[in-house]
């Protein structure tokens, strides 16, 4: 199914896979819930966000996707029915789209360690063409970045630190690196900010 089909409200069943803060507050009804992986996609901290967790002076970083083919990227896929797909999209649509600057795709999602064939699902990308696109940089930068902004939403810290334990509890048997790099970085700069 096409997005624009999914918008147009002729879908009855929709996944949508999360690898943000849609890992642990998806604020939207739905009827389940997988865990699992999407292939051909790496989570990055690429993205600014000027809204939920920094603001104008000093955007937050968020992650987003970038395509590679050898990459598996973790996360939630939720199934909405009936009414709670246009409701769901509703809400996503000012949350990701609107405020955070990312465009729709579908992909495949596989659930993990059940005998359960993937399901097609839609996911939210920033892309380079975004204004908010920051581009990569090192653990080092992006834990300190990480470690000072604040947004509507709260800390940019507490994002961090939720998807690296969504990873490590829902996910154990996967190694993170660039999760975990910046994760490490940010909490060394907490520390230096409170020995001072």
Not at 37 to 66: A, C, M, Q
Not at 149 to 157: A, Q, R, S, Y
Not at 159 to 172: D, G, H, K, Q, T
């Amino acid at each position: 199914m096409k997005p624009q089909d999914i918008v147009a409200g002729k879908a009855s069943s929709l996944w949508i896979f999360g690898y943000g803060s849609l890992v642990w507050k998806p604020d939207f009804e739905y009827r389940r819930s997988h865990v699992g992986s999407i292939r051909g996609y790496k989570r990055r901290f690429w993205h600014g966000d000027n809204f939920h967790r920094g603001d104008d002076e000093l955007p937050g970083r968020v992650v987003t996707l970038i395509e590679d083919d050898d990459a598996r990227t973790w996360g939630v896929a939720f199934e909405v029915t009936g009414a709670e797909v246009e409701e769901s999209l509703k809400y996503l649509n000012v949350r990701e789209t609107v405020r955070g600057g990312y465009v729709t795709k579908t992909v495949e999602f596989f659930p993990d360690g059940e005998k359960q064939p993937s399901v097609p699902a839609l996911v939210y990308i920033a892309t380079e063409d975004n204004a908010l696109y920051l581009g990569p940089a090192s653990p080092e930068t992006i834990g300190v970045q990480i470690a000072v902004c604040c947004g509507k939403t709260g800390h940019n810290l507490e994002y961090l630190l939720r998807l690296a334990e969504f990873m490590r509890s829902s996910c154990p048997h996967v190694e993170d690196h660039h999760l975990f790099a910046i994760e490490a970085a940010a909490l060394n700069v907490v520390s230096y900010l409170l020995a001072a």
